[in-house]
């Protein structure tokens, strides 16, 4: 069985649309939901990719969280797939966006989408760090294993269709020039 999972990404000063990935679901089941497991998965998602790139861990951070949580749930009642306009929170932030059918993902193939990114990653500055040529094609890992991010925080909203999870990310990645 197929399920369609939605990647947008963005690049900082850039405002391409949505791109369309298929992914083969590879649970079978509705998956688990909660605030304590997506945390959980989130965090070792993160953290582990953080490690294998040689970057310290990311920390949570409560009000990344609750950011996230306000935009997941946006982009749930409006049905909408789009980043959300800069400046995002109190301070600076970056933000990575899935979604893909309501309870057929659970949160670790969530974040593993993103992470599974790294096979076209190359050590280049931003925007040239893709092996195909797009950085679309990384933007969401480079996020996750950016040097200068120390703290994080994802949510996720549902409507009737989709699961939405938005992370959101201080100080913000993928900035033009820099190496991740």
Not at 23 to 40: W, Y
Not at 70 to 95: D, I, K
Request: aromatic content about 10%; overall charge positive; proline content about 5%.
């Amino acid at each position: 069985m197929r399920v369609l999972a939605l990647a947008l990404m963005l690049l900082t000063g850039c405002s391409n649309g949505p791109v369309r990935v298929t992914e083969e679901r590879v649970f079978a089941g509705n998956a688990p939901r909660g605030d304590a497991s997506l945390r959980k998965a989130m965090i070792q998602g993160h953290n582990d990719a953080r490690a294998r790139a040689g970057v310290a861990p990311l920390a949570w951070n409560a009000t990344l969280a609750a950011d996230a949580q306000r935009y997941a749930q946006e982009l749930a009642r409006s049905g909408r797939f789009e980043h959300s306009r800069e400046p995002r929170g109190a301070t600076a932030q970056g933000e990575n966006l899935w979604t893909g059918t309501r309870g057929a993902y659970r949160y670790e193939e969530m974040v593993g989408h993103w992470v599974d990114e790294e096979r076209y990653y190359r050590r280049a500055p931003t925007p040239d760090f893709s092996t195909t040529g797009k950085w679309q094609d990384v933007a969401h890992y480079t996020q996750i294993i950016w040097g200068g991010t120390t703290a994080f925080g994802c949510a996720m909203a549902s409507n009737d269709r989709d699961d939405y999870l938005v992370c959101r990310y201080a100080p913000p990645g993928n900035v033009v020039g820099r190496l991740p």
